[in-house]
């Protein structure tokens, strides 16, 4: 799709049946379905053409499903039972604007364990075949985490999941159902009918025509005003993202329970995710809640060769590696690596430190490090068989290698105590303390000396290997990190990295958005992460990951066949 000329937009614009606000997964998803029911859309974006598909062109394409073919295949029993006691014990719904997160949640995992993948085959999606475990939890049964691998990667990674919408959107742009406005900032909500208290009808959006920008996809796009602009239509459907690229309002919502709000971040999305459409909407009447619910992440090391400002990617760690705070005092069970991403960033907020370090060795960096984002993984994203035969083949694959040769977060040395001086160099605001990272190394290599043994992260290791899955490509053989042979050593400084919104629009199962005091707003409808992928929260407190595309999918779904079957 190619936007349309500033300040002119396509004939008809003034009288479509819908305008679709944000031009990510969801609002994709949610015009898809508009020109499925023959509705003619506007789908009005900030962003040049280059960014079409948002955030979920950048992601790895990991969606959540229950029951799978693939699970089956890999020996894994999963349920529609288990599954919702995982979601709710890792949510801990407890408030009483929870009421529409939880039937969200519940009609969500019904999708995920009914005909989420048959709509995606049927759409020309598929799946790696080996299914993921993440957050993993590591407490009881009735506390966070899956209980059972459910990270289904899309063959093709996140770009794989955006091309039959994005080609189903293009389709109603050639057939004259669908019009393209890049470079439309919307700045207000149009409302007529107003009563006292302020609630009337959604009947359009007003907003400012911004400069053409040739920036990349990714990059910072200029925010210069050339014009007005005014549409208007039947009714509005807001997939504008949520705040990850906003790091003052991230601050600004940081909740008490996890400390302090950080002062230094790295940014897991663009800053094009900027927020601006949750205090728009509730200017015209929406509720937001559940703003405080967030998702981070503490694994982040700073991109040598980055996209936007302060870009961060996301490690995908295996259970191995070593986790130090700071000053190199070991991580309390179970906050291993791909444990529990909330209770590790509470825990870390708690030292005075916004930052910890991996230590681990070159065996298992060459077995469990993946990395977050379509781009840093190029055989999956690109479907490329010979490049995906390297990941089982010796040697770590090229995106890791390139990060731990030209990423300034990374030690690498024959010996602990160069690794250690090498650690302080790259921090010297912290004392690390030598004797006690010395102290940590050498326990938890001796609790390898026998085949059993009390430490908790090298019996989860052991745990993970009976997995088929994480045997083969994710978890390396248990070793002694001073075992020369499995070196060199490596040390990754880890940074705070901002990625989801998990509070947002209120709505109702309809995606409608409602009021403060729980009527629908008429003609507005929310999607996507600006809804909390849902009812303004379908997680709740902590995510069971990939969930987050498919909230997406979903909301977007149930949005566009509501406003179809409205109108």
């Known amino acids: 799709m190619s936007p349309s000329r500033p300040g002119l937009p396509a004939q008809g614009a003034a009288s479509a049946d819908v305008i679709v606000v944000g031009a990510g997964l969801a609002g994709l998803v949610a015009t898809a379905e508009l020109v499925d029911a023959g509705k003619r859309v506007l789908l009005v974006d900030q962003e040049p053409a280059a960014s079409l598909g948002g955030q979920a062109w950048w992601s790895f394409g990991g969606l959540f499903l229950v029951d799978s073919p693939e699970q089956r295949r890999m020996g894994v029993k999963d349920s529609l039972e288990l599954a919702r006691q995982d979601w709710f014990a890792s949510a ?60 289904h990667i899309v063959w093709g990674t996140g770009p794989a999941i955006l091309e039959p919408f994005i080609a189903r ?36 959006v007003r907003g400012s025509l911004l400069a053409p920008s040739t920036a990349a996809r990714g990059e910072a796009s200029n925010r210069n005003v050339i014009g007005e602009f005014e549409l208007r239509a039947s009714a509005v459907i807001v997939t504008s993202g949520g705040i990850g690229g906003n790091h003052d309002l991230v601050r600004a919502q940081w909740p008490a329970r996890l400390g302090t709000a950080p002062t230094d971040l790295l940014s897991g999305v663009p800053a094009h995710v900027d927020g601006r459409m949750l205090a728009i909407s509730e200017t015209a009447g929406a509720r937001l809640i559940n703003g405080d619910r967030m998702w981070h992440y503490t694994e982040g090391i700073v991109n040598w060769d980055p996209v936007w400002a302060r870009h961060g990617i996301r490690i995908l760690p295996g259970p191995s590696s070593l986790w130090l705070d700071a000053t190199g005092k070991r991580l309390p069970a179970p906050l291993f690596p791909g444990f529990d991403t909330l209770g590790t960033l509470e825990h870390l907020m708690t030292t ?20 977050s984002g379509s781009e840093q993984n190029p055989d999956l994203t690109g479907k490329d068989l010979r490049l995906l035969a390297k990941r089982v083949a010796p040697g770590a694959p090229g995106p890791v290698e390139a990060f731990k040769s030209k990423g300034e977060d990374f030690v690498v040395a024959d010996t602990l105590h160069d690794l250690i001086a090498g650690m302080q160099k790259l921090s010297p605001e912290v004392r690390i303390d030598a004797a006690r990272v010395e102290r940590e190394v050498l326990a938890r290599d001796r609790a390898l000396d026998n085949d059993f043994g009390k430490d908790a992260q090298i019996n989860a290791i052991r745990q993970a290997r009976h997995y088929r899955g994480d045997r083969l490509i994710r978890v390396a053989s248990p070793h002694k990190l001073l075992d020369r042979s ?61 969930t987050f595309l498919g909230g997406c999918l979903f909301s977007g779904r149930t949005a566009g066949r509501a406003v179809a079957a409205a109108l």
């Open 92 to 151: 801990g719904f407890d408030r009483t604007e929870d009421y529409w997160p939880t039937r969200w949640a519940e009609a969500y995992l019904n999708f995920a364990a009914g005909e989420k993948r048959a709509w995606l085959r049927e759409r020309g999606v598929s799946f790696f075949p080996v299914v993921g475990w993440a957050e993993r939890g590591g407490y009881t049964a009735l506390q966070h985490g899956n209980s059972v691998p459910r990270f």
């Open 169 to 204: 959107v293009r389709d109603g742009v050639r057939a004259g159902l669908v019009t393209a406005l890049h470079r439309h900032q919307v700045d207000e909500l149009l409302v007529d009918g107003a009563d006292a208290g302020g609630t009337g009808t959604v009947v359009g």
């Open 352 to 371: 005075g430190y916004q930052h910890s370090w991996f230590i681990l060795t070159q065996k298992i960096i060459e077995k469990e490090f993946a990395l």
């Open 486 to 546: 499995n070196g060199p050593l490596i040390a990754v400084k880890l940074h705070l990295l901002t990625r989801k919104s998990l509070g947002g629009i209120e709505t109702d199962l309809s995606a409608r958005a409602l009021s403060a005091d729980g009527q629908p707003v008429p003609g507005l409808y929310a999607a996507g992460e600006a809804s909390g992928f849902g009812g303004g929260g379908v997680h709740g407190y902590r995510s069971l990951e990939g």
